[in-house]
């Protein structure tokens, strides 16, 4: 069994700031893949940006290198510090992971962009 634990996630003026953070807990070997999703109401979910086990980072074109993924391997977290956030980011954003044979969803965190 594996659990996925977000956090970070609120309410923030565009332009700001906020870092999410994705902790995975439970019957883990190696992390393969961390990855993070986001999806508004009506529409697929989205790759908003991906870290390999290795460090190889993967974000969405909208990204415009407003965010950075990160991961700590030996507490099998993974870390979103997004930057100049607009009005556009607001979602709900999941983490992922990839393990060998399996694979994992985190239960969503809002982020919500607004004056």
């Known amino acids: 069994q594996v659990q996925l634990v977000e956090s970070g996630g609120g309410l923030v003026q565009p332009g700001g700031s906020l870092r999410l953070a994705c902790a995975a807990s439970?019957?883990?070997?190696?992390?393969?893949?961390m990855r993070w999703y986001r999806q508004v109401p009506g529409k697929q979910r989205d790759l908003v940006a991906a870290?390999?086990?290795?460090?190889?980072?993967t974000y969405g074109d909208y990204v415009e290198g407003r965010f950075t993924i990160s991961r700590d391997n030996a507490k099998n977290t993974a870390y979103l510090q997004m930057d100049s956030l607009k009005p556009e980011d607001t979602a709900i954003y999941y983490c992922?992971?990839?393990?060998?044979?399996?694979?994992?969803w985190g239960q969503g965190t809002q982020v919500t962009v607004s004056s």
């Open positions: 992922y992971i990839l393990l060998a044979g399996s694979e994992y």
């Open positions: 439970g019957s883990i070997t190696t992390i393969y893949s």
């Open positions: 870290i390999s086990k290795i460090g190889t980072k």
